[in-house]
């Protein structure tokens, strides 16, 4: 695993991100060991069990897929939208 470079905590934040934005986890409950935890038994727990609800998690943990492609937008890109 690759943790110095992001390649595996930064898409499994997103899937956490999106589950929280989805109502499907509560942000308080979500730990720090969630990122460090094996392939299998994170894509088990968060992304095999709610595929169903939110199909595009696995694009979303291999990487392929962002915030922005799946309509999530920061605050700051609605900011500067605005403007």
Known sequence: MDFLSGK???PRCLVIK???LKGLLIEKDVRVS???T???YFLNK???KYEEVVPQLLDVFNG???LA???YESEEQRMSNLL
Do not use: K, R
Request: glycine letters at 10%; hydrophobic letters at 40%; aromatic letters at 10%.
């Open 38 to 40: 094996t392939d299998e």
């Open 46 to 48: 968060y992304v095999s």
């Open 34 to 36: 969630t990122v460090t």
């Open 18 to 20: 999106i589950l929280i």
């Open 69 to 71: 492609e799946l309509g």
């Open 64 to 66: 392929n897929v962002g």
């Open 8 to 10: 595996v905590d930064y």
